[in-house]
């Protein structure tokens, strides 16, 4: 039964399903070009999307994961510049479930 409600729940996302991060009818995905990694108390991650720039709340030590499904580093080590692709949830703001490196 559960491998019928992921693949449903794969099949009804809009998006490419992240490569580790539970997918929920809650996620979302959005991607872009890193512009900071702001660190201190609320550490966020803005990234410039085609809507404008999206602020989103994350974890600095969250891992950065690559088209091998392997760790690139952690959230605090992305530079601008940097195309991610961003899975998160709408909680209190958006919560970073998981970031992907673009090509």
């Not at 959005?30 to 602020?55: C, F, I, K, M, Y």
Request: proline share 8%; with cysteine.
């Amino acid at each position: 039964m559960a491998p019928l409600l992921t693949l449903l729940l794969l099949s009804s996302a809009q998006f490419p399903p992240p490569q580790r991060a539970a997918v929920s009818e809650a996620m979302k995905c959005d991607w872009g070009t890193v512009v900071s990694v702001r660190t201190g108390e609320h550490p966020t991650l803005v990234v410039q999307s085609s809507a404008g720039p999206v602020t989103y709340q994350v974890s600095l030590d969250a891992p950065v994961l690559g088209f091998d499904h392997q760790q690139h580093g952690t959230v605090a080590t992305l530079k601008p510049g940097t195309r991610v692709r961003v899975y998160f949830i709408i909680d209190d703001g958006a919560r970073v479930a998981e970031v992907d490196l673009q090509e």
